[in-house]
Nanobody, 127 residues
């Protein structure tokens, strides 16, 4: 069955770094757009970044551009989110998700586009 499992969250001081992992099973990430989303307390779920590893296309939210980097290791069927220069505003539950790659699939971290979701991993950035 299709499964996405996030890991790597934790508590970090402002200015620090974390690397989140999204391990996929039951499908090949190269055939999907993989997105990272986050949901902070009292906020709606928002797109952070996404990747179509078939051609390396990426997209980032303005709030994380220049600080976060999405990447994939196809041999491990895993997608990563490297988060640097973390800010307290980055505190949220982070989710990875997968959207089937086909003609017309946008490379965009839009919640409604994604078919499969992980359980989330907590990221807390202290000031």
């Amino acid at each position: 069955e299709v499964q996405l499992v996030e890991s790597g969250g934790g508590l970090v001081q402002a200015g620090g770094s974390l690397r989140l992992s999204c391990a996929a099973s039951g499908f090949t990430v190269a055939d999907y757009v993989i997105g990272w989303f986050r949901q902070a307390p009292g906020q709606e779920r928002e797109g952070v970044s996404c990747l179509a590893s078939i051609d390396g296309s990426t997209d980032y939210a303005d709030s994380v551009k220049g600080r976060f980097t999405i990447s994939s290791d196809n041999a491990k069927n895993t997608v990563y989110l490297q988060m640097n220069s973390l800010k307290p505003e980055d505190t949220a539950v982070y989710y990875c998700a997968a959207a089937r790659l086909k003609n017309g699939t946008p490379i965009a971290a839009i919640v409604d586009l994604y078919d499969y979701w992980g359980q989330g991993t907590q990221v807390t950035v202290s000031s």
